[in-house]
């Protein structure tokens, strides 16, 4: 009876610590991680937010939680760095955050995939959300600002699904030539910012970071990769990420080649996912240049 009483005690233990290890594994509250860079260029420390794989998720009713979540950083300027939105999801979600950010700061945007997959009449719709709320989105352009006396510029570019997707011709064209596109806008944008000041590229595809090197920026911030989906902190940063596949080597976190940093955000996306994230909470980076 003893030994009987004593099983059922470990296998009610283990139960606990099963149920346990679940909760913390499939845990999605919003997550803030802060890096700082240190800059050359940067004489005073500047915050930026980096917003990314939003898919349209909820954050509470008009997004209240991610909104007071950034306030809470203070940052200086907003950056979101594609799939904000997302094809089959509405776009209320979307445009609830945006009407309450824009308002506050200012706000730099860069497409992903996923606003491509919708199609041509649902991206317009989606563009048009930017607009209405003075959210700049730049598309192989160039913004030069001044932030806390700083000079930076910020380098946008698509993401190569809109060339492959909804190509200038209304046909779509193959992947070659969507990467062949994206270069020629890595290149404009290059050209663009040589005027001396610290330049932040925005681009969704962290899997280009050897391109973004030899154009020698000298900050990409990313997404795209929803931090792997599943990880084991410590031991496997991510298992699985659209254009890298298994074992990605730029799931989420800071990364550097040569004099260009790479900042990859595991991305805001919950109830989107097809497969639940493990172990990588949603997250809102902070970057604090200095």
């Known amino acids: 009876m003893k030994n009987f009483i004593k099983r059922k005690r470990l296998w009610l233990t283990a139960g606990l610590l099963l149920l346990l290890l679940l909760a913390i594994a499939l845990d999605n509250r919003l997550k803030i991680q802060h890096y700082t860079v240190e800059a050359a260029a940067i004489s005073q420390p500047v915050r930026l937010c980096l917003l990314t794989d939003l898919h349209s998720c909820r954050y509470g009713e008009n997004e209240q939680q991610l909104v007071e979540a950034i306030n809470a950083e203070q940052p200086d300027i907003l950056l979101l760095v594609g799939d904000i939105f997302d094809d089959q999801i509405a776009d209320d979600n979307t445009a609830a955050l945006l009407k309450a950010v824009s308002e506050q700061y200012p706000c730099y945007y860069v497409t992903g995939n996923h606003e491509y997959w919708a199609g041509p009449a649902a991206f317009d719709a989606k563009m048009q959300i930017l607009a209405d709320y003075n959210v700049k989105r730049l598309d192989g352009q160039v913004a030069t600002i001044t932030v806390n006396g700083q000079t930076i510029n910020l380098a946008g570019v698509d993401d190569p699904d809109m060339y492959r997707i909804m190509s200038h011709a209304g046909k779509a064209a193959n992947q070659r030539d969507g990467i062949a596109n994206f270069q020629e806008q890595l290149t404009q944008v290059q050209a663009k910012s040589q005027n001396g000041h610290y330049t932040i590229l925005l681009a969704h595809r962290p899997e280009y970071f050897q391109l973004y090197a030899d154009y ?11 931090g792997g989906q599943w990880r084991l902190p410590g031991l496997i940063n991510g298992v699985y990420a659209p254009g890298q596949g298994l074992w990605p080597k730029y799931a989420g976190g800071i990364y550097q080649q040569a004099a260009c940093t790479m900042l990859v955000s595991r991305g805001l996306a919950r109830e989107s996912t097809r ?5 990588n909470r949603p997250e809102l980076v902070i970057i604090d240049l200095t």
């Open 216 to 226: 020698g920026f000298d900050l990409a911030l990313c997404g795209h990769a929803h």
């Open 275 to 279: 497969i639940p994230r493990l172990f």
